[in-house]
């Protein structure tokens, strides 16, 4: 019993030392996951995913300086922290910075985060070529940042972020290449200028917008008095044809009608000649009757006074009478009037 005790301690301290040599000595690696080794201080190789052999305390992990997120107990609101670790993550990865202040071109101060992809391409260039690599990107980010700003307005700054972005993930893709790092994208998060600027942008947009209105107004007004004049004009066009047509239709009609009156006149005249066989008594006895409707239409117009008075010369109408009463004896019609019946 006193000779297995001492091989039991023994065995058990091999047995501990290969489990120790065992969690050293074999390394997994997730996938989009590295690891890289040093041996003896020096780089060796890059693990690759899947279940990888080291030699435990000659090849160790190089750790490298990595950016978490986490909530804060005391108030439950997200922290930023960094912390050493061994495994590097290849996947996309994002640095979302805490807000700054920069000042544009024309000297006002305004409140900019910024949101930055980027990507470990070469593992090694990201742990031997930077010693912070979160703290570099945010550095680089801002610093670039505000010499962007600087040379822009704060017009300019406020309707330009896609042309910042590009130029800011430009400048940083170009500077963090030597770090192994390829920075995809970059996007403005919020840009905030100073309140007294946000009510002077706010009254200046309410009266841009007015202006719009007061335009849009006049411009309507403008376009319904021309369609009006246009409606007026087209209405007096129309009024005017119709007019002129009913003037020629009227034209036409009295032309007509004096065409008409002429040929029963000179179908009367004829029928008069016929009867008296002279022309002159016929045109004696026209003359009377024409005489005689003027004289009625005389006495009509002049209701007011009774009297009318007959012309100086009066052979003209006695001889009318005369044609009148020549007529009648060839027609064979009374020539003097009845006589009353006396008592």
């Not at 036409?252 to 002429?262: V, Y």
């Not at 009367?268 to 004696?284: D, R």
């Amino acid at each position: 019993m006193a000779t297995i005790a001492p091989i039991l301690v023994v065995l058990f301290l091999i047995a501990i030392f290969m489990m120790v040599l065992a969690s050293r000595g074999l390394q997994l690696v997730r996938q989009s996951e590295t690891i890289v080794v040093e041996r003896l201080g020096r780089y060796h190789r890059t693990l690759e995913s899947g279940l990888n052999v080291i030699w435990p305390f000659v090849d160790q992990p190089r750790e490298i300086h990595w950016r978490f997120v986490e909530v804060n107990p005391m108030n439950g609101l997200p922290i930023i922290v960094t912390r050493r670790k061994a495994r590097i993550d290849l996947r996309e990865t994002v640095y979302d910075f805490p807000r700054q202040n920069v000042i544009t071109r024309d000297n006002v101060g305004v409140i900019i985060s910024a949101i930055v992809y980027f990507q470990i391409n070469d593992p090694v260039k990201s742990v031997y070529e930077i010693a912070n690599l979160p703290d570099a990107i945010e550095k680089l980010t801002q610093t670039n940042l505000r010499n962007i700003i600087g040379e822009l307005d704060l017009d300019e700054t406020l309707t330009s972020r896609d042309t910042i972005n590009k130029r800011l993930g430009a400048i940083l893709d170009e500077a963090t290449h030597k770090w192994g790092v390829k920075v995809n994208r970059v996007e403005l998060q919020d840009i905030k200028p100073p309140e007294d600027i946000q009510a002077a942008m706010e009254k200046q947009m309410r009266a841009e917008r007015d202006r719009r209105a007061i335009i849009l107004e006049a411009e309507g007004q403008k376009r319904s008095a021309i369609l009006q004049a246009e409606g007026v004009k087209e209405s007096e066009i129309n009024r005017a044809e119709g007019e002129k047509q009913s003037s020629i239709l009227r034209a036409e009609g009295q032309a007509q009608a004096t065409i008409r009156i002429a040929e029963g006149e000179a179908q009367s005249l004829a029928n008069v000649m016929k009867v008296m066989g002279s022309g002159e008594a016929a045109s004696a006895f026209l003359i009377g009757v024409r005489y005689l409707e003027a004289m009625k239409y005389l006495a009509a117009s002049n209701q007011g006074d009774k009297t009318v008075f007959m012309p100086y010369e009066a052979s003209g109408v006695l001889s009318s009478l005369g044609g009148i009463k020549e007529l009648l004896k060839h027609t064979g019609m009374p020539t003097q009037p009845p006589r009353m019946p006396t008592a």
